[in-house]
């Protein structure tokens, strides 16, 4: 089993700067694509950025392209998103996912494994 675990969320004004980290443990397998994903109150859960195992490939949603930065240290089993110029609509709680392949994908229901998630407010 593969247990994530996020943190780095809080309440920040809009303009300021978040980076959520996801820790992986457990049997995660020698090589695995990370993505991130958010859920909004009444909304459904949508993808935010992925990477490939060796960084090689990155993937962003056009909501964030620009502003957020998905990177990975295999060596910590851990990946990051840098948020950066939030806005109120980036308030959601987001979730780390593991895909047991190297190429990350942009549907969750490529994705085996998820984290409780970590809550983003963001304020006008």
């Known amino acids: 089993q593969v247990q994530l675990s996020e943190s780095g969320g809080g309440l920040v004004q809009a303009g300021d700067s978040l980076r959520l980290s996801c820790a992986a443990s457990?049997?995660?397998?020698?090589?695995?694509?990370m993505g991130w994903f958010r859920q909004a109150p009444g909304k459904e859960r949508e993808f935010v950025a992925g990477?490939?195992?060796?960084?090689?490939?990155?993937y962003y949603a056009d909501s964030v392209k620009g502003r957020f930065t998905i990177s990975r240290d295999n060596a910590k089993n851990t990946a990051y998103l840098q948020m950066n110029s939030l806005k109120p609509d980036d308030t959601a709680v987001y979730y780390c996912?593991?895909?047991?392949?190297?190429?990350?994908?942009?549907?969750?229901?490529?994705?085996?494994?998820w984290g409780q998630g970590t809550q983003v407010t963001v304020s006008s």
């Open positions: 990477i490939s195992w060796s960084a090689s490939t990155t």
């Open positions: 996912a593991v895909r047991r392949t190297v190429l990350p994908g942009t549907h969750s229901g490529l994705y085996a494994y």
């Open positions: 457990g049997r995660t397998g020698s090589s695995y694509g």
